[in-house]
């Protein structure tokens, strides 16, 4: 006798009442160029003894950082407790296909099949942090992952976020056998979706080369700091030599003398014929006195 597989499908239920329905995320965008210094490497051919030096050089890194303003969230009910998640969702400005990041989905069986009526929350998808805000970040162009590999300089990103409500539990996937279902099955541990908010408003950011970036905030958002870091090459060695110059003395560079002691010596000279012309006249008088 072949059995449903919805009729198998057990998930232990948390019934709640009046489940919150949590607010409209409100959230900001921001570019942020993060470049890796690579430095210069040096290889030695083994057979020719040749030396190859590559220069050092910068790899770009650039991420796009969605702050998004925390909402107050609380509620539990018959011992489970419910939790605030984010769901994020981006296209190209000029497009019309938007790729959301953690879909909620149905859960699937072992052949591939899902169970319509159980929705569950993707188990990496950004939960509400402890702080005022929550900061996800998402490497662009060939570093990051699908679909932000798409993302090249110049491009115009649109983004919403949606806050989703779910909780812990578990579900029973019976194996399936030839279309039939057995008795088997394994509990996996889940998050079930309960309820959410509608999407945001969109932003709008313009993703540019390096560190310079335009961005575009949707509602009231928060204004973050976020610096961009740059390894800068260590800088080459110098030296400087500072001089202090002699101001108001002039200095005798080689023999002979300059003009103020020239000046000296022929005042000194003067003098001592003056003196010598005094002595020869006085003793002349004398002289004639005594005759």
Same mark, same amino acid.
């Given at each position: 006798?072949?059995?449903?597989?919805?009729?198998?499908?057990?998930?232990?239920?948390?019934?709640?009442?009046?489940?919150?329905?949590?607010?409209?995320?409100?959230?900001?965008?921001?570019?942020?160029?993060?470049?890796?210094?690579?430095?210069?490497?040096? =290889?030695?051919?083994?057979?020719?003894? +040749? &030396?190859?030096?590559?220069? *050092?050089?910068?790899?770009? #890194?650039?991420?796009? /950082?969605?702050?998004?303003?925390?909402?107050?969230?609380?509620?539990?009910?018959?011992?489970?407790?419910?939790?605030?998640?984010?769901?994020?969702?981006?296209?190209?400005?000029?497009?019309?296909?938007? =790729?959301?990041?953690?879909?909620?989905? +149905? &859960?699937?069986?072992?052949? *591939?099949?899902?169970?319509? #009526?159980?929705?569950? /929350?993707?188990?990496d998808s950004p939960s509400e942090s402890n702080s005022d805000y929550t900061v996800l970040s998402y490497v662009v162009g060939a570093n990051g992952n699908y679909p932000f590999?798409?993302?090249?300089?110049?491009?115009?990103?649109?983004?919403?976020?949606?806050?989703?409500?779910?909780?812990?539990?578990?579900?029973?996937?019976?194996?399936?056998?030839?279309?039939?279902?057995?008795?088997?099955?394994?509990?996996?541990?889940?998050?079930l979706f309960d309820t959410s908010s509608s999407w945001s408003n969109t932003a709008t950011i313009t993703v540019v080369n390096a560190a310079n970036a335009s961005s575009t905030?949707?509602?009231?958002?928060?204004?973050?700091?976020?610096?961009?870091?740059?390894?800068?090459?260590?800088?080459?060695?110098?030296?400087?030599?500072?001089?202090?110059?002699?101001?108001?003395?002039?200095?005798?560079?080689?023999?002979?003398?300059?003009?103020?002691?020239?000046?000296?010596?022929?005042?000194?000279?003067?003098?001592?014929?003056?003196?010598?012309?005094?002595?020869?006249?006085?003793?002349?008088?004398?002289?004639?006195?005594?005759?």
């Amino acid at each position: 006798m072949a059995f449903s597989c919805l009729s198998l499908l057990m998930v232990k239920p948390a019934t709640a009442q009046s489940i919150p329905t949590p607010s409209v995320p409100e959230f900001t965008l921001k570019v942020v160029a993060n470049p890796i210094y690579v430095p210069p490497t040096t =290889t030695i051919d083994p057979y020719t003894g +040749n &030396v190859t030096t590559q220069a *050092g050089y910068y790899v770009q #890194n650039t991420s796009i /950082v969605i702050t998004i303003k925390n909402q107050p969230f609380s509620y539990s009910y018959n011992g489970t407790t419910y939790n605030l998640y984010y769901n994020v969702r981006l296209k190209g400005h000029f497009g019309q296909d938007w =790729t959301e990041l953690y879909p909620v989905s +149905n &859960v699937i069986d072992s052949l *591939g099949e899902s169970f319509g #009526n159980s929705l569950y /929350v993707p188990s990496d998808s950004p939960s509400e942090s402890n702080s005022d805000y929550t900061v996800l970040s998402y490497v662009v162009g060939a570093n990051g992952n699908y679909p932000f590999t798409q993302i090249l300089p110049d491009s115009q990103v649109d983004f919403q976020v949606e806050a989703i409500v779910g909780h812990v539990s578990q579900v029973y996937v019976p194996d399936i056998y030839d279309n039939a279902a057995s008795f088997v099955g394994t509990y996996y541990q889940v998050i079930l979706f309960d309820t959410s908010s509608s999407w945001s408003n969109t932003a709008t950011i313009t993703v540019v080369n390096a560190a310079n970036a335009s961005s575009t905030s949707a509602s009231t958002a928060p204004n973050p700091t976020a610096t961009p870091t740059l390894t800068s090459m260590p800088p080459q060695n110098s030296t400087a030599t500072t001089r202090n110059p002699t101001v108001g003395i002039k200095t005798k560079t080689g023999a002979g003398f300059n003009c103020i002691e020239l000046a000296l010596f022929t005042s000194l000279a003067v003098i001592a014929g003056l003196v010598i012309a005094v002595v020869a006249l006085v003793r002349r008088n004398n002289r004639k006195r005594e005759k």
